[in-house]
């Protein structure tokens, strides 16, 4: 896929990309310093982290509560939040991604689906493999099968754990953030557009995808696991952050709990079900398209989020047009 046509579809949504140093779109290959800075930054910032800022020529760096915003209340940095069918932390998707990690020989840390360690290992395994130009030719400090695996495990790495989520992440941080982090999210962006070209397309789907049932339809399953799968991207096909129920409830003009969003979203059910489930069919929708533009990029993976959100705006425009009543571990 051209890099171009994927930087328009972005500018078309008025996100101008900043310049990425050390990114080569000639030889599709991108900086390890730069993966390793950028995954630094989904940290709690630092005062250490303010001249790497800097260096990505981002003068301003984000305070604790910038950070604690995007990525402790909008926007959870775990692999296992985005991929497991629970949309929470943990499960069996860390498991996955733990198991990951034993399989390169390496002991997993206490977060092995956070974004940043699995940024940083895919800097690392780019390092070893010598994606900064070098060849393979030149891994003679390693055994052909230790190469063998090293490559297969950086692409595995890629297509598995990091290209079926953080994409359309890094393009809801990147409409709702503001600053340091928008600009670190653009970037982002780029940078792995860069390594998923190089890639291509996975042949199948990750596994994580291909074990992942569909978003729970109320009137067969309850409305508990209904409310459970629209917080879990794998089984809706969208990522629902706080601030977009903010958006909706002033735009019904409905009252918005504080506190998780689960129990926001029951309370917004709560009140106004049919007008809720309306716009948020159309939200589902929205992001729908996203995931239409990354089809060239990500392949049968972009495919398998479209299909879920489109499924999920149809299951949720029938469900208002039926006049579907919502509540806490209730339908009618």
């Not at 990750?206 to 508990?224: I, Q, V």
């Not at 939200?283 to 989020?305: M, P, Y």
């Amino acid at each position: 896929m051209s890099l171009l046509k994927y930087d328009g579809h972005v500018r078309n949504q008025g996100l101008d990309l900043p310049l990425a140093p050390n990114l080569s779109q000639e030889s599709g290959q991108a900086s390890v310093d730069l993966i390793r800075t950028l995954a630094v930054f989904a940290e709690a910032p630092a005062s250490e982290h303010i001249h790497l800022w800097k260096t990505l020529g981002i003068e301003e760096s984000p305070s604790a509560s910038d950070y604690a915003d995007i990525f402790l209340f909008q926007f959870y940095p775990y692999a296992s939040v985005h991929l497991g069918p629970e949309g929470m932390l943990g499960g069996e998707a860390q498991n996955r991604v733990a198991g990951f990690w034993r399989a390169l020989g390496r002991n997993p840390p206490s977060e092995p689906d956070h974004l940043a360690v699995l940024l940083g290992l895919y800097a690392t395994l780019s390092e070893q493999i010598g994606l900064a130009g070098k060849s393979s030719s030149e891994l003679s400090h390693f055994s052909e099968a230790e190469a063998l695996m090293i490559t297969q495990g950086r692409d595995a790495l890629l297509q598995e754990h990091i290209a079926p989520w953080v994409p359309a992440y890094l393009e809801r941080i990147i409409e709702i953030a503001t600053g340091p982090y928008r600009s670190w999210a653009l970037l982002l962006d780029k940078v792995l557009r860069v390594e998923l070209v190089r890639a291509g397309c996975p042949k199948q789907l990750p596994l994580h995808l291909r074990e992942s049932l569909p978003l729970a339809d109320p009137r067969t399953d309850g409305a508990d696991a209904f409310i459970s799968g629209l917080l879990a991207p794998v089984r809706a096909g969208i990522i629902l952050a706080r601030s977009d129920l903010a958006r909706l409830s002033s735009e019904l003009d409905l009252g918005l709990r504080a506190g998780e969003r689960r129990y926001a979203l029951e309370h917004l059910l709560s009140q106004d079900s049919t007008g809720f489930l309306q716009s948020l069919a159309a939200e589902a929708a929205r992001q729908a398209v996203g995931h239409k533009h990354r089809r060239e990029l990500l392949g049968i993976t972009a495919d398998f989020f479209l299909d879920r959100a489109l499924a999920t705006s149809e299951l949720l425009r029938k469900l208002s047009d039926a006049g579907a009543k919502i509540t806490a571990g209730t339908v009618s």
